[in-house]
């Protein structure tokens, strides 16, 4: 079938009626799926039908892209995109924009640090070559897919594997070189090779040795004074590898030249955030100030071995006027980025904002330039300045923006444009569009297209469009939540399964008896704490709760962890118990949401089931006063958990 959709098919039908030449050579100016609908036919026995060639190219191929309002073949849309590629200097396609905007090639952009992210399997930062469900694996890391292998006939993980020659690890090992191994003189594949460029098998040229120290095989990193090997690990404790620095003379480890690593760092520091040739800026003066605060060793990691860190620095050093957040903006959203600068913000060297009110408000400016006409951004943009964004920057002192709230605002708008988009595609505007067109777009696509019900009627009131409306999401939550027995299993498995880490343990036990959101215990800190000594009472609402065993002997734990972190971070941080990687913050309610679905705890429908629970024993003053929700919250709950018996059954003696 070619299209299996019913609104696709009825696109189809509509384009052949809007213009019926599309199977007879005109294919290039309608959908996509014309091509192949033309070569069905054709394939059927159908006379008169024509294959859509490239209106460019004159080529019999598929049409996919759109160029100068036509469909065209891959090859012909790339020429459109080239340019001279900023990095290497090659008139090629574009394949993407360094942080600045430059145009750069494919290959290119795959060895700039800016494109690469953490590796979902071991977290290293990389060019992510495969997708998982954590986001993507590089090259090392991705999982293999399995076939039958072209050349041994055995079933394992094979390269080539959509191919028709499939080739698996083994078969392709063996298409090395082969050689007489000059240590050992055994016929074998070379894996390495002597300095005078003799081929040695892989036993050979990376030949292990005991340690002296803990007694293992490994390769040699240093010797003792009376010669004997020691790994690496043993050799960084060793006396012998203890010497006094030139410069500070305190004895340790040294680094490098005869300096230990906290004055090579401070040394490394200064010269990657001068410019070539000259002298550090007074303006960057609290950038080096904040990067002496954490340890010597992970700074010095950055600067050489972390090129997207080192790229940051260098672009500071270049860089004119103050450091600023607007300076950070400019790069590309990444882990090494962020860190960077919630080290300044703890340490003082930038202010403290809001970095998912931030990051949303740069990309609805992004989300609402692609809005095709200038009347409709506007009344967009107002929308989200005035409704939208006003509410969040509303929110009580100390409040931040979380990650559903952001996403939430992401979804409407991104809703919204596909609407404007859809109307103008059809000819018709916002102030012509009537309900049953509203109605059809929201009956083609998924219930989330709902959600522009909110800018329907306020368009609808300020005279933007005719009277407009979209149905509500209803969400009913008695249907949203675990069973009790469910509820009381994952309180007994963390409560007795000490492999799981102990901040799990803790958030979980207050999500399932306490009811709290993941977006508070994610902010919870020292001072919420109430420790007599034989109880501990944690501040929710008003009045403290007791935290029963062993969830209280939990929480002490991450005080005593929280409190040993102390010389690693500045004083004036606030003492989060659940502390993120980013210095001086917590963790983010979206990462504590995904630890705790890995371990079965899913965050919204226990914190349904457990509300329903507590409301079904407590009034809704009580769980105001102790939980902290408003008591309307309370009330709604009590009458959820009590069902609709009595309200029917007092509407039955009323008829």
């Not at 036993?203 to 390769?219: E, L």
């Not at 508070?520 to 065993?549: F, M, N, Q, W």
């Not at 409301?615 to 009580?622: C, G, H, I, M």
Request: charged share 25%; proline share 7%; with cysteine.
């Amino acid at each position: 079938m070619i299209e299996p959709t019913r609104p696709g098919q009825l696109r189809l039908l509509w384009a052949l009626e809007d213009a019926p030449g599309l199977l007879t050579g005109r294919g290039a100016e309608g959908p996509p799926k014309i091509s192949a609908l033309a070569q069905a036919l054709i394939d059927r026995g159908a006379c008169g039908v024509v294959v859509p060639l490239c209106p460019f190219c004159q080529r019999t191929t598929d049409l996919k892209q759109r160029r100068d309002g036509l469909r065209c073949c891959g090859p012909c849309w790339n020429d459109t995109k080239i340019a001279t590629c900023a990095a290497c200097g090659s008139v090629r396609p574009i394949g993407g924009r360094r942080f600045d905007g430059q145009p750069v090639c494919g290959t290119c952009r795959q060895h700039d640090p800016f494109n690469h992210r953490p590796c979902s399997v071991c977290g290293a930062l990389r060019l992510r070559h495969s997708r998982t469900d954590d986001g993507g694996a590089r090259a090392a890391c991705r999982v293999i897919p399995t076939a039958l292998c072209a050349t041994c006939g055995e079933r394992g993980p094979c390269y080539f594997a959509a191919t028709e020659a499939p080739k698996c690890l083994p078969c392709s090992a063996k298409e090395r070189a082969e050689a007489v191994c000059a240590a050992c003189g055994k016929h074998r594949r070379v894996n390495n090779r002597t300095a005078t460029g003799e081929p040695l098998c892989s036993n050979c040229g990376n030949k292990p040795k005991p340690c002296a120290g803990c007694g293992g095989i490994f390769r040699t990193s240093g010797r003792t004074p009376e010669g004997e090997p020691l790994c690496q690990t043993c050799w960084a404790k060793h006396p012998a590898a203890h010497r006094p620095c030139t410069q500070c003379r305190s004895v340790e480890r040294l680094y490098r030249h005869g300096r230990c690593a906290a004055c090579a760092r401070a040394a490394d520091l200064r010269d990657v955030l001068s410019p070539l040739g000259g002298l550090m800026r007074p303006e960057l003066e609290p950038v080096f100030q904040a990067l002496l605060t954490p340890p010597p060793r992970t700074v010095l990691h950055w600067i050489h071995k972390v090129p997207a860190r080192r790229a940051v620095l260098q672009a500071l050093a270049t860089g004119q006027g103050p450091v600023t957040h607007e300076i950070f903006d400019r790069f590309a959203a990444a882990p090494t980025v962020e860190y960077l600068r919630a080290a300044l913000v703890a340490a003082g060297a930038l202010p403290a904002r809001d970095e998912q009110l931030a990051r949303l408000e740069r990309w609805l400016a992004k989300t609402i330039a692609r809005v095709s006409s200038a009347e409709e951004r506007r009344i967009l943009r107002n929308y989200t300045n005035w409704q939208l964004l006003r509410r969040l920057r509303s929110l009580p002192a100390g409040q931040l923006v979380t990650h559903g709230r952001a996403e939430t605002v992401r979804i409407e708008i991104r809703n919204v444009a596909r609407l404007l988009e859809w109307l103008h595609d059809g000819g018709t505007t916002l102030a012509t569009c009537t309900q049953d067109q509203v109605d059809a777009w929201l009956g083609e696509g998924p219930t989330t297209r709902a959600t522009v019900r909110g800018f329907l009627l306020w368009t609808s009131r300020r005279g933007h469009s005719r009277p407009l409306t979209a149905p509500v999401i209803s969400a009913y939550f008695a249907a949203r939540t675990i069973g009790k027995d469910q509820r009381w299993a994952l309180v007994r498995r963390l409560v007795h399964d000490e492999q799981l880490q102990v901040a799990d343990r803790a958030a979980g036990l207050l999500l399932l008896l306490f009811a709290q959101p993941v977006g508070r215990i994610s902010r919870l800190t020292t001072e919420h704490i109430v420790d007599r000594g034989d109880t501990l009472a944690l501040k929710l609402g008003r009045v403290p709760a007791e935290i029963p065993e062993p969830l209280d002997d939990l929480i002490r734990q991450l005080v005593e962890r929280r409190n040993g972190r102390a010389a690693t971070v500045p004083l004036e941080e606030s003492k989060w118990l659940f502390h993120s990687i980013y210095p001086g913050q917590p963790i983010d309610p979206h990462t504590l949401g995904r630890r705790l679905k890995a371990i079965g705890v899913p965050p919204q429908l226990a914190r349904h089931a457990s509300l329903m629970d507590i409301a079904s024993e407590l009034p809704a003053v009580v769980i105001s006063r102790l939980l902290g929700f408003h008591q309307s919250t309370g009330e709604n709950w009590t009458r959820e958990s009590q069902g609709f018996g009595a309200e029917y059954a007092a509407e039955v003696s009323r008829r």
